[in-house]
């Protein structure tokens, strides 16, 4: 999947998708095969070092933390100094449209809110991929329509490939 490009991968239940992306994202070794992102083989790359991220169907946010420290996880797990994680989370929240929301607790957004600071939070270290399960699937038609249009922009100027698993 090119740079900027949202593939889906769609199938039934128990088909596999979810399993093609527990082996991209690391917790899942292929036997046999391989895993390659951008020509390069990253089957035995530390789960850590492979520039994948991961956006789950619950978001998967840390209740205790507010907005900006949930996209910052990634960030200070990775070393980033304080000033370009504070320069990152604000460039991420202007992106997904969350701009005055960073100093609130998570508990308190909508489910579009809560999926946006997911995705924010997962594209936060600049991933080569970022890999989708069903990330929109608990919210109402006219919101899931919105927001996946809105993120498929946000995905496309960002240039990160995208593999998008979908009933």
């Given at each position: 999947?090119?740079?900027?490009?949202?593939a889906?991968?769609?199938?039934?239940s128990?088909?596999?998708?979810?399993?093609?992306?527990?082996?991209g994202?690391?917790?899942?070794?292929?036997?046999?095969?391989?895993?390659?992102?951008?020509?390069?083989?990253?089957?035995?790359?530390?789960?850590?070092?492979?520039r994948?991220?991961?956006?789950?169907?619950?978001g998967?946010?840390?209740?205790?933390?507010?907005?900006?420290?949930n996209?910052a996880y990634g960030?200070?797990?990775a070393?980033?100094?304080?000033a370009?994680?504070?320069?990152?989370?604000?460039?991420?929240?202007?992106?997904?449209?969350?701009?005055?929301?960073g100093?609130?607790?998570?508990?308190?957004?909508?489910?579009?809110?809560?999926?946006?600071?997911a995705v924010a939070?997962?594209?936060?270290?600049?991933?080569?991929?970022?890999?989708?399960?069903?990330?929109?699937?608990?919210?109402?038609?006219?919101?899931?329509?919105r927001?996946?249009?809105?993120?498929?922009?946000i995905?496309?100027?960002?240039?990160?490939?995208?593999?998008?698993?979908?009933?």
């Open positions: 999947v090119p740079g900027g490009t949202v889906a991968v769609l199938g039934a128990g088909s596999g998708k979810s399993t093609l992306l527990r082996a994202c690391g917790p899942l070794h292929p036997t046999p095969g391989a895993i390659t992102v951008d020509g390069a083989d990253i089957t035995d790359v530390p789960v850590h070092r492979r994948v991220a991961m956006v789950f169907q619950d998967q946010l840390f209740d205790h933390l507010n907005v900006a420290d996209i960030l200070r797990r070393k980033w100094s304080r370009d994680r504070r320069r990152r989370v604000g460039d991420l929240l202007d992106i997904v449209g969350l701009a005055d929301k100093h609130r607790q998570v508990t308190e957004l909508s489910g579009g809110e809560a999926q946006r600071v939070r997962a594209i936060a270290p600049a991933p080569r991929l970022l890999m989708a399960d069903e990330p929109l699937s608990g919210l109402d038609r006219a919101l899931r329509d927001l996946l249009r809105d993120l498929s922009v995905l496309s100027d960002l240039a990160i490939a995208t593999i998008w698993v979908t009933h």
